[in-house]
């Protein structure tokens, strides 16, 4: 069966993807995607170092593959990501001179990129992470605020910036801020806040996106419950925008193969954090995995290059358990 019809009447199902898994848009990877999705997100394309390396030059030659692999699908593309610490080249932050740049050629240099990216789209991509993961509780900020560069120019006001940018540039768009982490109770407590604090200023904030790169321990499905239902009082959407569940619960272990009772148990996991997403399907508008095989997962080359076996096809691009617990739980021992 097809996940995306599974899930129809709750929330779009997605994957992201690299322009390289599409390089044959009839080969197994593309059928995959277009047989079981209905919601697409480019995992690198899209990113500030992939679109505008040097001032002013645009490159949009994957960042076009990738969104029209999508729209000759007829599948949903969400932008990912304009305003982020990482993937951003370094001139973005100086001046010619190699000093910190000044709040106005940040702001300069930000509102070209907004414009110039989301604009090439208009009205073609229903959602961006307008900024992602600004949260960073051990940073010790009064305010939970990540310490970027970003913060460091222009403190918390970059967000407000990023968003009336955005806003501008296709006001269609569902505006998205995005973070990892967010059951963590410090840290979504400050991104609650944070969010409160924008609309108080009429900032326009669509919806929240859980990233949700879980392991096969934590958090527990109660936790993500307590998580979706604490942004609730916010009024605005929720997404899972990129789900993914470690084999491993540290940095260190590495096993030769994804034992059995392993893969079992990350299907019952599977399946009851998906229950928690189902109880919630008037918040939650979708929910997007980080990928779609265990093979092409960031997670077999971070933090360290290891086996790794977090999504719902196996290397063959075959349906797991964790497949199955989600569309017939009774094929799972
Ligand atoms: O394409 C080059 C290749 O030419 C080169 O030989 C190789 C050697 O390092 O690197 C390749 O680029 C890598 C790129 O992924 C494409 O695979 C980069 O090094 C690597 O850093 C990059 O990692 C991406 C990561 O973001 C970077 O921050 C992952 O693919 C991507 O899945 C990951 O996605 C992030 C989300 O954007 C935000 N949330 C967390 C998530 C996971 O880290």
């Not at 960073?136 to 009064?142: A, C, H």
């Amino acid at each position: 069966p097809s996940l995306k019809d599974v899930f129809a009447g709750d929330f779009m199902l997605g994957s992201s993807f690299l322009v390289s898994e599409i390089a044959d848009p009839d080969g197994p990877h593309a059928q995959l995607l277009e047989k079981h999705f209905n919601a697409l997100t480019a995992g690198n394309e899209l990113k500030w170092d992939a679109t505008e390396p040097q001032e002013g030059q645009f490159d949009f030659t994957r960042a076009d593959r990738a969104f029209h692999f999508a729209q000759a699908s007829g599948i949903a593309f969400r932008g990912h990501t304009l305003v982020w610490h990482s993937q951003t080249p370094d001139w973005v932050f100086y001046d010619e001179k190699g000093n910190l740049a000044s709040k106005e050629l940040l702001y300069e240099r930000m509102k070209r990129h907004i414009e110039t990216v989301m604009g090439r789209y208009k009205g073609q991509i229903y959602a961006w992470d307008v900024v992602n993961e600004v949260i960073e509780p051990g940073d010790n900020r009064p305010n939970g605020l990540r310490n970027s560069l970003w913060y460091q120019i222009a403190g918390e006001e970059y967000i407000e910036k990023a968003f009336e940018f955005a806003h501008a540039a296709d006001p269609d768009a569902k505006l998205f801020i995005n973070d990892y982490n967010t059951h963590q109770p410090e840290k979504r407590q400050f991104l609650h806040d944070l969010i409160k604090r924008l609309q108080a200023k009429g900032i326009p904030v669509d919806g929240v996106g859980h990233q949700m790169h879980i392991n096969i321990q934590y958090p527990s499905a109660q936790e993500i419950d307590e998580t979706i239902a604490a942004f609730a009082d916010l009024g605005i959407e929720q997404q899972i925008t990129e789900l993914d569940m470690s084999s491993y619960t540290n940095d260190t272990d590495s096993w030769e193969s994804f034992p059995l009772e392993q893969q079992i148990r990350q299907a019952y996991r599977y399946k009851e954090i998906f229950d928690v997403f189902r109880k919630y399907n008037d918040l939650i508008t979708a929910v997007i995995f980080w990928g779609k095989d265990d093979a092409n997962s960031w997670l077999r080359t971070f933090p360290v290059v290891r086996n790794n076996w977090p999504l719902l096809f196996d290397e063959r691009l075959q349906a797991k358990y964790a497949y199955w617990a989600l569309v017939d739980p009774s094929k799972v021992p």
